[in-house]
């Protein structure tokens, strides 16, 4: 099972820019398409991005469209999300998992790393 761990998270200005990276540790990315979800106080977890496991196809949630772009190194084994003119409604812990095939919008794993906050002030 795949045992990612969040960082790059913390704390900017509405128009800032973040870059959040999600290694793993234990077994290889590479098999996998790989997301990023994010959860904000009192809400469901929600899908953010998604990268196709050759990093030729991607996928983003409509309000991140333009703004966020999700990456992949694997010779690093680690996926980025590169979040530019951030708002304050993208305040939210950060995580990232493996995708389904079926639904690129749903994780593949029931477990979660321990994510990285992130903060947009206005």
């Known amino acids: 099972q795949v045992q990612p761990v969040e960082s790059g998270g913390g704390l900017v200005q509405a128009g800032g820019s973040l870059r959040l990276s999600c290694a793993e540790s234990g077994r290889t990315f590479s098999s996998y398409a790989m997301g990023w979800f994010r959860q904000a106080p009192g809400k469901e977890r929600e899908f953010v991005a998604g990268i196709f496991r050759s990093g030729t196809v991607t996928s983003y949630a409509d309000s991140v469209k333009g703004r966020f772009t999700i990456s992949r190194d694997k010779a690093k084994n680690t996926v980025f999300l590169q979040m530019n003119s951030l708002k304050p409604e993208d305040t939210a812990v950060y995580y990232c998992?493996?995708?389904?095939?079926?639904?690129?919008?749903?994780?593949?794993?029931?477990?979660w790393g321990q994510g990285t906050q992130v903060t947009v002030s206005s």
């Open positions: 998992n493996a995708l389904r095939n079926s639904d690129w919008t749903k994780p593949l794993f029931d477990s």
